[in-house]
């Protein structure tokens, strides 16, 4: 009868102990938002903002809106909108954009499941990376649909055209060539091609661009202080692994021909101040990025409603504010 007792006692202890630690097994180990975890937020917003969720529903936006992983957002004509993520990271959207919250991952006490991974599939933004950002370069990226845009502590604007930007302010008035348009204002990029291999006799880009001036925390090409991590403006360029595929395109989204994945292509390092551009391929081959003169350079602008730091007292139905580079 004793015996009984006894291993009554222990069963009793000994269950509940594994039912703790299957729970314990059964816990997401990943460190990816859950479903329906907010991992931005709209601040600023001029004009339509729409979103397209990872279920297939759509809506459309407003100040305040909560943003989840897997969102499509989409810019009207004339609008912009600017987002500020949960690691303190920032995102200006400009007009007829589409961009994809494809991966957002962040723990402030868990570095190592750290992973932000944007998705333009048309249009442009001007970016400031946060937290995540500073901690873990290599854990931030920005892909287009002709090549990745690691950033290193960093404010950068992108632009992709795709014969759909007659309407973009430039320094010459002309409109900007088809390809991938990237400005660095404070830190330094790392720009990699998805078609890595070069035209015949093209020369490489140098391995450190030359300076077209401005320096990491003192000024942009435009003269506008950037704030920034000032730790990366003299990143050397390094190989990196190309980032293969295409990115998944809305329907009205202009795509071009399917792009082969190379290996071991050089990446381009653009430091604060410099302007790059990736000319789209010609007859299956990629051209070297290029260092553009400011005097000629493409650089993503906004109003100053929307680059102002104070949040918007609302949304308007069109922006009429001058551009300006985000303060």
Avoid: W
Wanted: glycine content about 10%.
């Amino acid at each position: 009868m004793m015996m009984n007792t006894k291993k009554s006692q222990f069963l009793g202890a000994l269950i509940p102990a594994l039912v703790s630690a299957a729970a314990l097994l059964a816990l997401p180990t990943s460190a990816h938002a859950a479903p329906g975890d907010t991992v931005g937020t709209v601040t600023h917003l001029s004009g339509l903002l729409s979103v397209q969720r990872a279920d297939g529903s759509t809506r459309l936006l407003s100040l305040q809106s909560p943003l989840l992983e897997g969102d499509v957002l989409a810019t009207q004509a004339d609008s912009f909108a600017r987002i500020k993520f949960v690691d303190q990271s920032e995102m200006v959207i400009r007009p007829d954009s589409q961009l994809k919250i494809a991966e957002f991952s962040y723990r402030e006490l868990e570095p190592q499941g750290d992973r932000i991974r944007f998705e333009l599939l048309k249009g442009g933004f001007r970016a400031v990376t946060g937290k995540l950002g500073q901690r873990n370069h290599a854990a931030v990226s920005y892909e287009t649909p002709q090549g990745a845009i690691k950033p290193l502590g960093t404010h950068l604007g992108a632009l992709f055209c795709a014969n759909d930007c007659g309407g973009v302010p430039t320094p010459t008035g002309k409109t900007p060539d088809n390809g991938l348009h990237v400005d660095v204002a404070a830190g330094a990029v790392v720009v990699t091609p998805k078609l890595t291999v070069a035209l015949p006799g093209a020369s490489s880009v140098p391995a450190t661009p030359p300076s077209q001036g401005g320096a990491p925390g003192s000024s942009n090409a435009a003269g506008t202080s950037v704030p920034g991590d000032r730790s990366a403006a003299a990143v050397r360029p390094s190989p990196t692994t190309p980032v293969g595929g295409v990115s998944p395109t809305l329907p009205s989204t202009p795509q071009l021909p399917s792009l082969a994945p190379g290996s071991g292509a050089p990446a381009v390092v653009l430091n604060a101040g410099q302007f790059g551009y990736l000319p789209p391929p010609q007859n299956g081959v990629q051209p070297p990025l290029v260092l553009v003169p400011p005097s000629q350079a493409v650089q993503v602008r906004m109003p100053a409603s929307i680059s102002q730091n104070r949040p918007s007292s609302g949304a308007t139905n069109k922006s009429s504010d001058p551009e300006c580079v985000v303060q």
